[in-house]
Each structure stands twice: as C-alpha cells, then as structure tokens.
C-alpha cells in the first residue's frame, strides 16, 4: 500500500499529477529546482493541440483525456483555462486537417484573394488564410493561461494536503528521502541527467510576451520558422523557435523575427515587447516515458516526461495513466 508520493519536478505535469495524487487522498509532496515562472511550463504558449510528441497513437488519446477535462473547467474563471479558435496555417502546400481533429468541429479556411485596392488590404477578413500562406484550418481548443493555470493547480494542490519544496535537486532518484513508498518523475529536460536518458533532447523554445491585443484567436504555423501569436487575459505571447539546443539565453534575432512574422500576419506594428522567455521543451525521441520501475534502493518509481512541446495538452491523460500505474 502506498503511504507517501514524492513528485519530482514543479511544471505542469508535476502540478498535474500533485493534485490527482492528493485529492486521491495520498500524502504527496513536490521536489523540484525550479518551481512557478522559473519552470519550462511557465514559457509554454500552453495552447492545446499535439505538437513535438510521439508516440502518435498514445497521444492522441492522452491528448482526448486532458481536453475533456480542460473543457470543464473552462467554465471556471478562476482556472485560467478558456476555449479560443486556433488557427493553424502553412506556408506551402495544403495543409492536411489531423482525423482526431475533424469529430472537434475542425474547418478549413479559406485562401486570401490578393486585394486590388489599398482599402481592400486593410479589410479585416477573419476566415481567410492571411497573405503569404497557402492553406490552413480552424479548431476550437483549451487555452491555459500560464499566469493563472499553473497557480490554480497549485492552489489546488496544496488544498488538498500537498506541498511544494523548491531549490531541491536531486542527482540521482535514489536521493528521495526512503519514507517515500512512490516516486514520480516528472523532472521534463532535467530527466536527461536524472535517469541518464540518452534519448531525451531540448528543444529549445523563445518567445515574447508583448501587451493585450484585440483578436478573439490564436495563430499557428508549425512549419519552420515556428510562429504563433497566441492572446491571454492580460497580454499576448509570441513565438516562437524550435531549435535543438540547452541555451536559456535570449536571443534578440529571434525576437527581431517572431516580432516582425507575427505582427505581420495581425496587420499590426511591432508592439512594446514586456518580456522575453526561453524553456527548454523535453522532446524524447523514442516517445513519451510513463513507465514503471524498481530501484536497487526498494524506490518504486513511475517515470512521466518527454512530453515535447506538449506537456499541457497531456498533462491530465497522462497523469491518469502513471495513477493507474501506481
């Protein structure tokens, strides 16, 4: 029987998988060096949708499990989670709508017609496919505001009995303290040297957040360059890079590129830039591990991590999963 959770790693899988664990009724307690806007979560456009993550198959119904429940508190203002029209574009070819994608009510979108007047150009036409791209479709999905979302789950969290030790890090998992008849990893990129994981990469992701701006959608282009323009309660995040790389730096060319692709396809001028993040997304290249093990030590531990650039869109699916696990 299990009697103490320890969780390692404060980012949203961690928080996820914190409030499933202790509002079950298990004394749970978080482990991590970073905890709230430190965490890679905390950079994440946290827009639902599959995106750097395999395997496919399993994805997608982790994906199905986290929307439902996304859906539902939705309707809770208090969450952060609200549901936003995503428009996702391509820049050559037609871009194929996801089977998943077409039982949520995806459409295409219509291609632009090049204006013939200047008066023409400014028109705003919301269902059309913005200039200097071929294709694109449109679907309703959760938005999880980072600067609401990931204090609600930890307000939840600790409401039910957990609690949260940051500047904690562990060099191996055989460190937790032994009163701890579960361990689950959630530590995302820093599992590469936790668990030695070969297979775990960063990709490195940067974005600017820049003042509220009055578009009732978010913006995607998944093909390279990555660009998304993605509208919050208070403010509006940029992005973004996909690059394989550990530097948290910021890196002024690419806020020069993601300022000027992003106010371009809003018709916009550049706007004053607030802030300017890195997170390193943990994308694994043999898939997402939710994996039971045993230590030498006696530690039983459920590995959760490698979630790509999709930890908020599988956070409840997948913490679902390492409880059916314990």
């Given at each position: 029987?299990?009697?103490?959770?320890?969780?390692?790693?404060?980012?949203?899988?961690?928080?996820?998988c914190?409030?499933?664990?202790?509002?079950?009724?298990?004394?749970?307690a978080?482990?991590?060096?970073?905890?709230?806007?430190?965490?890679?979560?905390?950079?994440?456009?946290?827009?639902?949708?599959?995106?750097d993550?395999?395997p496919a198959?399993?994805?997608?119904?982790?994906?199905?499990?986290?929307?439902?429940?996304?859906?539902?508190?939705?309707?809770?203002?208090?969450?952060?989670?609200?549901?936003?029209?995503?428009?996702?574009?391509?820049?050559?070819g037609?871009?194929?709508?996801?089977?998943?994608?077409i039982?949520?009510?995806?459409?295409?979108?219509?291609?632009s017609?090049?204006?013939?007047r200047?008066?023409?150009?400014?028109?705003?036409?919301?269902?059309?496919?913005?200039h200097?791209?071929?294709?694109?479709?449109?679907?309703?999905?959760p938005?999880?505001?980072?600067?609401?979302?990931?204090?609600?789950?930890?307000?939840?969290?600790?409401?039910?009995?957990?609690?949260?030790?940051?500047?904690v890090?562990?060099?191996?998992?055989?460190?937790?303290?032994?009163?701890?008849?579960?361990?689950?990893?959630?530590?995302g990129?820093?599992?590469?040297?936790?668990?030695?994981?070969?297979d775990?990469e960063?990709?490195r992701?940067?974005?600017?957040?820049?003042?509220?701006?009055?578009?009732?959608?978010?913006?995607v282009?998944?093909?390279?360059?990555?660009?998304?323009?993605?509208p919050?309660?208070?403010d509006?995040?940029?992005?973004?890079t996909?690059?394989?790389?550990?530097?948290?730096?910021?890196?002024?060319?690419?806020?020069s590129?993601?300022?000027?692709?992003?106010?371009?396809?809003?018709?916009?001028?550049?706007?004053?830039?607030?802030?300017?993040?890195?997170g390193?997304?943990?994308?694994?290249?043999?898939?997402?591990?939710?994996?039971?093990?045993k230590?030498r030590?006696?530690?039983?531990?459920?590995?959760?991590?490698g979630?790509?650039?999709?930890?908020?869109?599988?956070?409840?699916?997948?913490?679902?999963?390492?409880?059916q696990?314990t």
């Amino acid at each position: 029987m299990i009697k103490n959770v320890a969780i390692v790693g404060a980012g949203v899988s961690g928080l996820t998988c914190g409030v499933l664990f202790a509002e079950r009724g298990y004394p749970t307690a978080i482990f991590a060096e970073e905890t709230g806007e430190r965490t890679t979560s905390a950079a994440a456009a946290a827009l639902w949708f599959p995106y750097d993550v395999e395997p496919a198959d399993a994805v997608i119904a982790w994906a199905l499990e986290t929307y439902k429940i996304l859906v539902d508190l939705s309707h809770e203002p208090q969450t952060g989670v609200s549901m936003i029209e995503l428009r996702s574009f391509s820049r050559t070819g037609e871009i194929p709508i996801p089977e998943w994608a077409i039982p949520l009510g995806a459409k295409r979108l219509e291609v632009s017609v090049i204006p013939t007047r200047v008066e023409e150009s400014l028109a705003v036409r919301p269902n059309d496919v913005p200039h200097g791209y071929t294709s694109g479709f449109a679907i309703t999905v959760p938005l999880m505001d980072t600067t609401i979302y990931l204090d609600y789950l930890t307000k939840r969290f600790v409401e039910a009995g957990g609690s949260i030790n940051g500047r904690v890090r562990f060099e191996k998992l055989e460190n937790v303290d032994s009163k701890f008849d579960l361990v689950i990893n959630c530590a995302g990129i820093g599992a590469k040297m936790l668990v030695l994981d070969a297979d775990l990469e960063p990709h490195r992701g940067q974005v600017a957040i820049v003042p509220k701006i009055n578009i009732s959608w978010a913006t995607v282009c998944d093909g390279p360059p990555l660009m998304y323009a993605i509208p919050r309660a208070n403010d509006c995040v940029f992005g973004g890079t996909n690059e394989l790389s550990d530097n948290r730096d910021v890196d002024p060319r690419s806020t020069s590129r993601i300022l000027g692709e992003c106010s371009g396809v809003l018709k916009i001028d550049n706007p004053q830039v607030l802030a300017e993040r890195v997170g390193l997304r943990p994308f694994r290249k043999s898939g997402v591990r939710i994996e039971r093990e045993k230590l030498r030590d006696g530690h039983t531990v459920i590995h959760n991590y490698g979630h790509g650039g999709s930890g908020f869109t599988l956070s409840w699916g997948c913490a679902e999963n390492v409880l059916q696990l314990t």
